[in-house]
């Protein structure tokens, strides 16, 4: 079974770092997309970062500069650092492997951050 499991979400204030983590099992994690997705209340999901499976990455212009994702092959884990949040950063943060045959969500990961 494919298993993706978020952690490090917490309440930081504005201009702090949080550094959240994606675990994944089942999964050949060398060969996949990783995705990071955000959810506000009352808002849409929001794609925030990308990393494919050579490493390459993509950032909307909302948190380009700020956020960074990255993978460790060893551990089958997807990183997303965030700097400088501001309180418009404040989400649930899902993680997320895009499939043909219907994408895989993790959990998601609470993300305050205060002014």
């Known amino acids: 079974q494919v298993r993706l499991r978020e952690s490090g979400g917490g309440l930081v204030q504005a201009g702090e770092s949080l550094r959240l983590s994606c675990t994944t099992s089942?999964?050949?994690?060398?060969?996949?997309?990783m995705r990071w997705y955000r959810q506000a209340t009352g808002k849409q999901r929001e794609l925030v970062a990308q990393?494919?499976?050579?490493?390459?990455?993509s950032y909307p212009d909302s948190v380009k500069g700020r956020f960074s994702v990255s993978r460790n092959y060893a551990r089958n884990t997807s990183y997303l650092q965030m700097n400088g949040l501001q309180p418009e950063d404040t989400a649930v943060y899902y993680c997320?492997?895009?499939?043909?045959?219907?994408?895989?969500w993790g959990q998601g990961t609470q993300v305050t951050v205060s002014s």
């Open positions: 997320n492997v895009p499939r043909d045959s219907g994408d895989i």
């Open positions: 089942g999964i050949n994690f060398r060969i996949i997309t």
């Open positions: 990393i494919s499976s050579d490493g390459s990455q």
